[in-house]
């Protein structure tokens, strides 16, 4: 049974709306500059979110972005105090980004434990996606497309995944390019169809890596 991500923030706690939105905007520029190859400016935007939030979903996306920058460490220690809170969705957050740092040293394994572990507190479209890359880096292709099927079906929770005024939906494209990758694992004919799904909507990605790839293995069939 799937659990939206719902949360009521005290104003004796958190800080003003607006610094929260700020914040939220900032988290999610942070994950766009990363594809750009602006690895710095993402870093350092990152620190911006979380240095002013303590919104679970601003910590996690920036957490994210230390972890795909190789600062895996980092993006641990910002959302250790979220494995330590009451509800569901911070402590997801933290198994999620444990699961991350493992899929950037390779540990496809381990991160699909970790994965697995957070589907269990609630079965959520990021898990999901999660573990679709976990299952392609280790070679299983039949789990992976399956994932990924899922996360194609649920697109509509892609549009606000966490539940507040920013939109999410910059998350969706990706499924295509690695949906691609596993029907490409199964030499299934439909990987040049998601890709090229993948590069109709990323039309203006240039720079994008992911971009690239799907555009040279498109090429290459």
């Not at 911006?48 to 996306?61: C, E, F, I, Q, W």
């Not at 972890?67 to 641990?76: H, N, P, R, S």
């Not at 979220?82 to 540990?107: D, F, H, M, V, W």
Request: charged residues 25%; proline residues 5%; neutral net charge.
């Amino acid at each position: 049974m799937r659990r939206a991500f719902w949360r009521e923030p005290s104003p004796a706690i958190w800080p003003p709306r607006d610094a929260e939105s700020a914040s939220d905007r900032t988290a999610t520029l942070a994950l766009t500059q990363l594809p750009l190859g602006k690895t710095q400016e993402a870093v350092s935007s990152a620190a911006k979110a979380s240095a002013n939030s303590k919104d679970p979903g601003v910590l996690y996306r920036a957490a994210q972005v230390y972890v795909a920058a190789g600062q895996e460490a980092k993006g641990l220690q910002l959302v250790a105090p979220l494995s330590q809170r009451l509800e569901t969705e911070p402590q997801i957050y933290a198994k999620l980004i444990a699961g991350e740092a493992q899929l950037k040293k390779g540990n496809a394994r381990d991160a699909l434990n970790s994965f697995q572990e957070a589907q269990k507190l609630a079965d959520s479209w990021l898990g999901h996606f999660a573990m679709g890359r976990a299952y392609l880096d280790a070679g299983a292709f039949t789990e992976a497309s399956a994932e990924f099927d899922v996360c194609l079906k649920r697109r509509g929770e892609a549009t606000s995944i966490f539940l507040d005024d920013v939109p999410s939906y910059h998350l969706l494209p990706a499924v295509y390019y690695y949906q691609g990758r596993a029907r490409e694992g199964l030499n299934s004919p439909g990987a040049a169809e998601s890709y090229k799904t993948f590069l109709s909507i990323k039309e203006k990605g240039a720079g994008d890596p992911l971009v690239a790839d799907a555009q040279r293995r498109i090429a290459a069939h």
